[in-house]
């Protein structure tokens, strides 16, 4: 087994699952997520437990998920050569 193909398949899904939101986004469904990634609603329902806990995501009012405040901080600590 390669390099690529080793991991943790939870974490795969959860940064997929982040990946799913694109610019100009606000907010996605569930069923936009499912659709985005490919995943089952159950399967994103479980991870988003763990990402909302983390503050990757929120739930909002509306039950759609929007990129929480903890997404926003890794993005200001870029360093300048990953760019």
Known sequence: M???QT???AVDRAFLILSAFQEGDVSLTLA???RRTGLYKS???RLM???????YVVRLP???YAVG???AKLGRLQH???A
């Open 7 to 9: 991991g943790v398949a």
């Open 80 to 82: 300048p050569a990953a």
């Open 49 to 55: 437990q763990s990402l909302i806990r983390a503050g």
């Open 69 to 71: 405040a903890a997404a």
């Open 43 to 45: 399967t994103i329902l």
């Open 32 to 34: 936009i997520l499912a």
């Open 2 to 4: 390669n390099e690529a």
């Open 62 to 64: 509306d039950g759609n």
